[in-house]
Nanobody
Framework: QVQLVESGGGLVQPGGSLRLSCAASGTNFRINTMGWYRQAPGKQRELVATITSGDVTNIADSVKGRFTISRDNAKNTVYLQMNSLKPEDTAVYYC????WGSGWFNTWGQGTQVTVSS
């Protein structure tokens, strides 16, 4: 079973930066796509950014030009660099990964809070 552990959330002022990390652990697995989603209070969970094993990225229009997603395949870790943060970026950010282990898996992290406020 693959588990995801996120880190890097917190409180930041508008215009500031944060870097989220998500590390996958388990045995005998291969990750296909990793990504970040977010959910603000009263809203549905939405895609922020994803990256495939071949480094093909998909970035939401709302964060394009401000957020960058990257991954270290050797460490099974995905990163989200968030710059020029806005109050509307406030949300719980969830890491997601899919791939193959004993079978196909699609798993989520526990979430990390990002709050953008002065």
């Amino acid at each position: 079973q693959v588990q995801l552990v996120e880190s890097g959330g917190g409180l930041v002022q508008p215009g500031g930066s944060l870097r989220l990390s998500c590390a996958a652990s388990g045995t005998n697995f291969r990750i296909n796509t990793m990504g970040w989603y977010r959910q603000a209070p009263g809203k549905q969970r939405e895609l922020v950014a994803t990256i495939t094993s071949g480094d093909v990225t998909n970035i939401a229009d709302s964060v394009k030009g401000r957020f960058t997603i990257s991954r270290d395949n050797a460490k099974n870790t995905v990163y989200l660099q968030m710059n020029s943060l806005k109050p509307e970026d406030t949300a719980v950010y969830y890491c997601n990964a899919n791939g193959w282990g004993s079978g196909w898996f699609n798993t989520w992290g526990q979430g990390t809070q990002v709050t953008v406020s002065s």
